[in-house]
């Protein structure tokens, strides 16, 4: 992937919601872009990975693999989708392994790139926060629904499932 096309998979990205043409340009001077081959893993569950992943093209499995070697899909990340945040955020291990259905194209942030812009550039590492964050409550809040909806079934169902 050329950089060019980085910055313009950037550009199209949660990430850069509130940031100028300029701020953009500066965050991407520190991206990395990355193709996954299909059935490639992008980290493991147990790996720690201080990156943040943006989906410039492709899809995502987030899977757990099961002691027989099968993998069960959780989620499945799709094209200006970020990964990794968790890890990202906090530095902690993953809690699943990202895999690539088909070719897909990332762009990435490593966590002390964006550090290194907080002193010269606050308004721009806050900005970037933010939608990190933002990402972070959808994903919360979309399983906190599945949770009540998965409670509301078993308790008013008879637990039939």
């Not at 500066?26 to 980290?43: A, M, N, P, T, Y």
């Amino acid at each position: 992937m050329a950089i060019e096309n980085c910055f313009e998979a950037f550009r199209k990205s949660p990430l850069a919601a509130e940031l100028t043409d300029e701020e953009c340009n500066l965050v991407s001077e520190h991206l990395v872009c990355r193709k996954l081959k299909d059935g490639e893993i992008l980290f493991r569950e147990g790996d720690v990975d201080n990156n943040l992943y943006v989906i410039a093209d492709g899809n995502l499995a987030v899977a757990h693999e099961t002691p027989e070697g099968e993998w069960v899909v959780l989620h499945v990340l799709r094209t200006h989708d970020l990964a990794g945040e968790m890890g990202f955020l906090d530095g902690q291990k993953h809690t699943a392994t990202l895999r690539s259905i088909g070719p897909t194209e990332l762009i990435s942030l490593e966590r002390g790139n964006l550090e290194r812009l907080l002193d010269a550039h606050p308004k721009v590492v806050y900005q970037v926060m933010r939608a990190v964050l933002r990402t972070v409550h959808g994903t919360l809040r979309r399983m906190n629904i599945q949770y009540v909806e998965m409670s509301n079934y078993i308790n008013k169902q008879h637990g039939r499932y």
